[in-house]
């Protein structure tokens, strides 16, 4: 049972009050379809396609990544676990030995309905030569004598003379990622986009992949990387976007984490500064997305809140639903490390790196391909969820990949159907978002959206923070509602949602939500 007294901000003795809600239609900008999307689970692939087969309807986007795409060798499929699994070799991304099976067949479910798809190009220098996990008498390749040569291949960005072939040469014992990129954009549907990344977390490279990359990359180094690896992807690919450089976090971001050659320099904006003249002296952008992950370190009753603690504590509750104001918000000052370094200052992510970008390299977008909030299982990971895609729309995020939702984690599952699949039949929020005012960031949010291929349609989708009802009365400028409904879900309702009509009083909606909850309000004026 919740405790009653937590979030009763605006409420209790008082008694419950009514929010005047303004949402301006007259003027409207682009939501990026691209931010709800997920990563595979931590299962075996085979798994994550029949999850994806039987639930892929909240998703736009799948990654391919994470640690085990570092060392990835599309030539056989093997890949090396690093430090997730006892730095073994193995089949676990493919059994198959056939060229580009893993990545082939991930495209081909998840381009099969209409999903783009991002794909892990490796750049660490080292690739799985076998998939062999209890060679020379043990897991760990270090049991082999001259690991690094004896269990991995080179992987090198560009092949010598250009000639790029499929079935490539197994036998020249080196493995090119120009010849990969080729053949992916050889194999994949017209039917979706398909996008590039460069590699994952290199800032973290000596802790996950250790025996390949025990020395810590200075930013030249992975500056450099990034450059020639990019550019070697435009070669045969100049159409699609790349990503880089796939920052582990915070301290990533921001200085490398500790790289000797930082001297006090930002990193983002060290990296934008040189990929920006790296771009005007080839003649094309290299680097089209700025991509970093975000696991908050957000702590309530000392917790930090990804962890799935069952049950929650209620500072944890709290820190969690509140957690995503750290995107935006230049009032709030979340309890972690990151904010008791920089002397208590707001974090307000997305903001903070729109303004970066505009100084550094204009023209690059911003994506998080991995993080999550906790709480996968809890309505609290369910209203921070859902207010992180609202504020992924308002902000101009372009691409946002979620660490990994199974169908059975149906609090989160749900919170992305909230704007994907609101009334489970199909129906989704809005593609052209609207501002909105009146809300009151630490009891609630409102996001509202316009849909560019029917003018009649407004949608909205408004969580309640709090621990009790909360009355709202949403006016709608430039947009006059005749009829509306809405689908509701919170603690304990997820698959199928609360539905029902929404009154409408003197041309404003006039709607009662619940407890921990999260409301989509389709509206229509004809």
């Known amino acids: 049972m919740l405790v ?19 949402v301006d239609a007259r003027k409207s900008y682009a939501i990026s379809p691209y931010i709800y999307g997920v990563n595979y689970p931590d299962s075996f692939i085979q798994e994550w396609f029949k999850e994806w087969d039987a639930h892929h309807g909240a998703y736009t986007l799948a990654r391919e990544g994470g640690n085990r795409f570092s060392a990835y060798n599309w030539e056989t499929n093997a890949s090396n676990a690093g430090s997730d699994y006892f730095f073994q070799n193995d089949g ?79 036998n020249d014992h080196k493995v090119y990622q120009d010849e990969f990129v080729r053949w992916v954009v050889s194999v994949q549907s017209k039917k979706s986009p398909v996008w590039f990344s460069l590699d994952n ?23 450099e990387n990034n450059i020639t690896y990019a550019s070697a992807i435009k070669s045969v690919a100049p159409k699609s976007l790349v990503f880089g450089p796939v920052n582990y976090g915070w301290y990533g971001m921001r200085a490398f984490q500790g790289a000797k050659d930082g001297n ?17 002296k080839e003649g094309k952008r290299l680097v089209d997305v700025y991509d970093f992950h ?7 009753d000392g917790v930090r809140i990804i962890y799935n603690q069952a049950p929650d504590k209620p500072g944890t509750l709290t820190a969690r639903i509140q957690a995503p104001r750290s995107l935006w918000d230049p009032t709030y000052v979340e309890d972690s490390w990151i904010t008791k370094s920089s002397g208590n200052k707001p974090i307000r992510l997305l903001p903070d790196f729109a303004e970066r970008i505009a100084k ?25 969820q859902a207010d992180a895609l609202g504020v992924f729309g308002r902000f101009g995020l372009f691409a946002a990949c979620h660490w990994g939702v199974k169908y059975d984690e149906a609090p989160v599952y749900a919170a992305f159907q909230s704007f994907t699949d609101f009334d489970r039949r199909g129906a989704k929020f809005g593609d052209r978002g609207l501002a909105v005012s009146g809300e009151i960031p630490a009891e609630n949010s409102v996001y509202a959206a316009l849909d560019s291929h029917d003018k009649n349609r407004l949608t909205l989708v408004v969580i309640n923070k709090t621990s009790v009802d909360q009355d709202l009365k949403i006016g709608t400028q430039g947009f006059l509602p005749k009829s509306a409904m ?29 407890a921990f909850s999260i409301t989509t309000i389709e509206v229509k004026r004809r």
């Open 486 to 514: 809405s689908f509701s879900i919170h603690d304990g309702v997820y698959r199928e949602p609360d539905s029902g009509p929404v009154e409408i009083v003197e041309g404003k909606l006039s709607v009662k939500t619940r």
């Open 92 to 170: 676990y991304l493919g059994e198959s030995n056939e060229p580009g099976w893993t990545v082939k067949t991930f495209l081909d479910h998840v381009q099969s309905v209409g999903a783009a798809a991002l794909i892990t190009v490796p750049t660490l220098g080292f690739v799985a030569a076998d998939k062999d996990d209890k060679r020379d008498g043990g897991k760990d390749v270090n049991h082999s004598k001259d690991w690094v040569h004896s269990r991995f291949l080179e992987s090198l960005p560009k092949k010598p003379g250009g000639k790029l072939t499929y079935p490539p040469d197994t």
């Open 294 to 300: 975000w696991y908050p370190e957000a702590t309530g």
């Open 360 to 384: 550094h390299f204009p023209g690059t977008k911003l994506a998080i391909t991995e993080y999550e909030f906790g709480g996968r299982n809890k309505i609290s990971g369910a209203l921070a």
């Open 4 to 22: 009653a007294s937590i979030l009763l901000i605006g409420f209790g003795l008082q008694g419950a009050k009514v929010q005047q809600i303004d």
């Open 201 to 223: 977390e290199p800032d973290f490279w000596p802790h996950t992949h250790a025996r390949i990359s025990p020395e810590l990359l200075t930013y030249k180094q992975i500056i």
């Open 264 to 280: 006090g320099r930002d990193f983002a904006n060290t990296y934008l500064d040189q990929v920006r003249e790296a771009s005007k």
